[in-house]
T-cell receptor, first 113, second 113 residues
Framework: DADVTQTPRNRITKTGKRIMLECSQTKGHDRMYWYRQDPGLGLRLIYY???????NKGEISDGYSVSRQAQAKFSLSLESAIPNQTALYFC????????????FGPGTRLTVL | SQQGEEDPQALSIQEGENATMNCSYK?????LQWYRQNSGRGLVHLILIRSNEREKHSGRLRVTLDTSKKSSSLLITASRAADTASYFC?????????????FGKGTKLSVKP
């Protein structure tokens, strides 16, 4: 089974709708991340969490919120979706030790009409 | 803000040829990592090089790091059609939170059979 899973894998929604993207990991790591990927822009960090009680904003947090329900679960919400939030969203996790890598989920393709 | 910039943005080669991608970054680093992304999929870690290392090998991959020039290169030897993917460098700044990475915009590699 995959170490990091994301649901849904694809979602089409309308402007103004509330959307939640979910992420679960079985690596046992404390640190979890949400990234957004747009063509030609690489990955940009939305939010990250070092543990259940530690949530931090990333580079592009406006319009997004997150919830760390447990060590293994980290959800991203779009309270009122807008078309420029159409993108590929990735969740990742890492141990946080220097030299460790990040382990990515398969991504959620979100389209906001 | 993005730290790494890959060059070229796109590269097209024939199977069997070598592929070289470059990454330049702006600030000091603890380590630099390379990731691969197949179209629309999650990123997969390829190789990590620490700031005190100059060269590292893994199979057909060779990574170099020049901290004086703030640059790294990824060489894929004897490329295969299956190497077709986007490749990203990611840096771990020493002053940043452990585990956090800053990704570049990627090089899109196309290997033609």
């Amino acid at each position: 089974d995959a170490d990091v899973t994301q649901t849904p894998r694809n979602r089409i929604t309308k402007t103004g709708k509330r959307i939640m993207l979910e992420c679960s990991q079985t690596k046992g790591h404390d640190r979890m991340y949400w990234y957004r990927q747009d063509p030609g822009l690489g990955l940009r960090l939305i939010y990250y969490s070092f543990d259940v009680k530690d949530i931090n904003k990333g580079e592009i947090s406006d319009g997004y919120s997150v919830s760390r329900q447990a060590q293994a679960k980290f959800s991203l919400s779009l309270e009122s979706a807008i078309p420029n939030q159409t993108a590929l969203y990735f969740c990742a996790t890492t141990s946080g030790n220097w030299g460790d890598t990040q382990y990515f989920g398969p991504g959620t393709r979100l389209t906001v009409l | 803000s993005q730290q790494g910039e890959e060059d070229p943005q796109a590269l097209s080669i024939q199977e069997g040829e070598n592929a070289t991608m470059n990454c330049s970054y702006k600030t000091s680093i603890n380590n630099l990592q390379w990731y691969r992304q197949n179209s629309g999929r999650g990123l997969v870690h390829l190789i990590l090089i620490r700031s005190n290392e100059r060269e590292k090998h893994s199979g057909r991959l060779r990574v170099t790091l020049d901290t004086s020039k703030k640059s790294s290169s990824l060489l894929i030897t004897a490329s295969r059609a299956a190497d077709t993917a986007s490749y990203f460098c990611a840096t771990a700044p020493p002053g940043g939170s452990q585990g956090n990475l800053i990704f570049g915009k990627g090089t899109k590699l196309s290997v033609k059979p």
